[in-house]
Every structure is written in structure tokens, then in C-alpha cells.
């Protein structure tokens, strides 16, 4: 029976996993996506034209490949039918969404926005209602893609949870659905996505039963990961590799290959601590060059230098086999470029992420700046300043960079 390989963010997401995704994505059968939400977002660019992804895995691309939305992700209905089919004709067969998945209606954005408008300090959400979908969940009032089938018994379900909790509704300035608009929308979304439903355990299984070739996607990255990343600016699920078990339905024996996915910088959307931030000319050029905008929400992604400390960390964290380092031509034409190999915490200087990364300073090594890598599709044909650039971030996080993005394109990429 085969195993299912993985990928997974190392930084505070958006590190270019879409593009490896659909890369290594042409060689599999299955394409699975275990966590998150429409929060997520991953920009393909395929012969010049531009596809956005937010809950649809990366393997669409692929005319060959099964795709697969787990039960660990919660689901906008509204998003997925409005904004993402409508870019394919037909994914009959090729998409499959766990009816174990939960559902993010349109008021949990509306809750999560007015949570964000009141706390003193903002911690940047998407306002998507990530959050308060995952918080259903947990607290156990939360509805699953499977009750779509019966529209009449999950809209009656859906209007009592309102009356029974209208003062918090209130508070938080959401009004309670009237009920035939509410049944209107879910025989609306059971329309559109019923087919597509389906126990996507027992199909994952099947499939690697009958040595499939199954790919598991991450959401996010490793920093932003509710347990392990930079709490409380992060997000609401577990986005580390193990997540993939629980979010699939799979035990960790079924886990295969785990590639880690990693800017040649680092970007981070929204507020929290960023040691490796640059606020000068050097990192507006990173985000410019690098078109640092988000594939969700638009915002403009905070631009700093390599964090060596928290990728290897991360690398750890994932079990990570290698590493695909992103973008490299972003840093095309800087005359130095800076890793933080350590921080200054407490008095002291550390080669670890502690509890807390507001207190941390980072201590950085200078690296010669190279003239050109765009579109560079051979390790050979590199400037040697970029082989001491990737060679030397090899070193620092104690795992081999395999492959090598040189431009958004997605033949441009090296596999060493």
C-alpha cells in the first residue's frame, strides 16, 4: 500500500506552496486538502494565465488527478460555488468534499469581523470567519457538509441556534437569517455541491489501498499553527504536518515523503512578531518585486529577511525530508543579502524559537547578492553566490533545499 506524501508552509504561509503543489501534482493520482479555509490562498500561474485557489487543492490543474477537501477544513459553500467552480467547467469526479467537514456559513465572518473590530489589539484576520467556525466545532454546535442533504432539518437546526444565543447575536450586531431566505441558500448550496459529497476517509483509503498516488496539502505555514506558531496571531487550526492525519483521516504510518516549503525571504500578512523584518528599502523591494499582495484578502504582506532559527524549527517540527526554497528571483540584484542565523533574547543569544517572539532581536549573516536567477531551470547554471546562498541555508537548517523556484512559472523550477 502506498504512502501519502505531504507538503507543508515552514514560515507564516503564502510561501509558494500552490506552485509545488501543482508541479509535483502532474506525477499523482490524488490531491488532498486536510485544514484550514478560505483564508488560505494559492496564485498558480500555468502557460501565462493566473488560476487563485482558497479550498480546491492545487491538483485541478491536473486533468488526471482526484481532489479531495478533508474533513479537517471548514467550508464556505458561498465561496467554493461562487468564486472557485466557476473557474472550471466541469470537476465532476475529479473533486470529492468530506461530508464530515464543517461549514462556515455567512455570519461567521460577520461574527469574526465584529470580534476583530473590538478587541484593543487587532491580531489580523481575513474577517472570512474562520474562526468562529472553527469555535461551532469545538464547541460542538458547529454543522457538518453532510447535513446539506436534508436542507429543511439543517435550516430549522440553524434558526434555533439563533434564538437560543440572540443575545450574543446582538451583541455582536448579526441578525438572525429570516428562515425562507436561510432554506433558500442551503438548497442553493445543496444543489450545486451535493454531488461532489462524499465519506473521503473510506475513498482515501481505497485509493492507497489500490497505490495511488496520494499528495496531502497544507494550508498557512508552520509559525501560524494554533499550538505551535506565534500565538495568539495565528490561526485557528493546526497547520504542522500532523494535522494531516487527523484532518484526512489518516494514522501516521500512512505518511510518506514530507516536502517543506519556504521563501528565499520571508513574508508575514497581518500583525504579530516578525524578528526578520526589514522596514527599509530592501524589504518594500522584496514586496514589490515579489508582488507581496495577498491571494484573499489583497493586503500587503510584510517583507523581512530569511529566519534560518524558525525554518529550522519548522523543518524539525514537520519531520521535513526537503525543502523547497521559493522565489529566489525576488532577491535578483541585491548587493547583500542577510539570514537571521540567531536572536538576542533575555541577554543572551539563542538558536531556538522561544515561548514568545515580541522580545526577540535577530542577529544576521551577510551573503553576497547574485545578478540574475530568473527562469534558471539547471542547479548548475545558478551564479555561484546563489549556490553559497542555498548551500549555506542547507547548513543552518539542517535539511536539504531539493527544490528551487526561479520564477512563478512552472517550468521554472529546479529539482536537484
Not at 110 to 128: H, Y
Request: hydrophobic share 35%.
Amino acid at each position: 500500500m502506498n504512502k501519502a506524501d505531504l507538503i507543508v508552509g515552514l514560515q507564516w504561509g503564502d510561501e509558494g506552496k500552490g506552485k509545488i503543489v501543482d508541479h509535483m501534482a502532474q506525477n499523482v493520482d490524488v490531491v488532498c486538502r486536510f485544514a484550514g479555509g478560505h483564508n488560505a490562498g494559492h496564485t498558480i500561474v500555468v502557460d501565462g494565465t493566473t488560476y487563485a485557489l482558497h479550498l480546491i487543492p492545487s491538483g485541478v490543474l491536473n486533468p488526471n488527478a482526484i481532489n479531495i477537501i478533508g474533513n479537517g477544513v471548514v467550508v464556505s459553500p458561498e465561496n467554493l460555488i461562487n468564486k472557485e467552480l466557476k473557474q472550471f467547467s466541469n470537476l465532476q469526479g475529479k473533486l470529492f468534499i468530506s461530508d464530515k467537514a464543517h461549514l462556515l456559513f455567512p455570519f461567521h465572518a460577520l461574527i469574526d469581523q465584529a470580534k476583530e473590530k473590538m478587541r484593543k489589539k487587532a491580531i489580523g484576520t481575513t474577517g472570512k470567519g474562520i474562526g468562529p467556525a472553527y469555535a461551532d466545532k469545538v464547541l460542538r454546535v458547529g454543522h457538518r457538509v453532510g447535513e446539506l442533504k436534508n436542507s429543511e432539518k439543517l435550516t430549522s437546526k440553524i434558526i434555533s441556534y439563533f434564538e437560543t444565543n440572540k443575545e450574543f447575536f446582538d451583541v455582536m450586531g448579526v441578525e438572525i437569517p429570516k428562515e425562507e431566505e436561510l432554506l433558500k441558500d442551503i438548497r442553493w448550496y445543496k444543489e450545486n455541491l451535493e454531488s461532489y459529497i462524499t465519506d473521503t476517509t473510506q475513498l482515501v483509503w481505497k485509493l492507497l489501498k489500490e497505490d495511488k498516488k496520494v499528495l496531502l496539502e497544507g494550508a498557512q505555514g508552520t509559525m501560524l499553527d494554533i499550538d505551535h506558531g506565534t500565538y495568539p496571531y495565528v490561526t485557528s487550526s493546526n497547520t504542522v504536518s500532523s494535522s494531516s492525519c487527523s484532518g484526512m483521516g489518516l494514522n501516521q504510518k500512512d505518511i510518506g515523503f514530507v516536502t517543506g516549503i519556504a521563501k528565499a525571504y520571508c513574508t508575514r500578512v497581518g500583525n504579530g512578531p516578525f524578528p526578520s523584518e526589514d522596514f527599509g528599502a530592501d524589504g518594500d523591494k522584496m514586496a514589490d518585486v515579489g508582488r507581496e499582495f495577498g491571494t484573499t484578502t489583497g493586503r500587503k504582506r510584510r517583507c523581512g529577511w530569511f529566519d534560518a532559527v524558525a525554518a529550522k524549527y519548522a523543518c524539525r517540527l514537520n519531520g521535513v525530508d526537503q525543502v523547497a526554497l521559493m522565489k529566489m528571483d525576488v532577491l535578483d540584484g541585491f548587493e547583500k543579502i542577510k539570514v537571521c542565523i540567531g536572536y538576542e533574547f533575555e541577554g543572551e543569544v539563542i538558536d531556538y524559537v522561544p515561548y514568545d517572539l515580541e522580545d526577540v532581536k535577530p542577529v544576521y549573516k551577510e551573503f553576497k547578492g547574485w545578478d540574475k536567477v530568473e527562469g534558471v531551470r539547471e542547479f548548475d547554471d545558478l551564479p555561484s553566490e546563489a549556490k553559497e546562498y542555498i548551500k549555506a541555508l542547507e547548513e543552518l537548517i539542517n535539511t536539504k533545499i531539493g527544490i528551487i523556484s526561479t520564477s512563478p512559472d512552472r517550468e521554472d523550477t529546479i529539482v536537484r
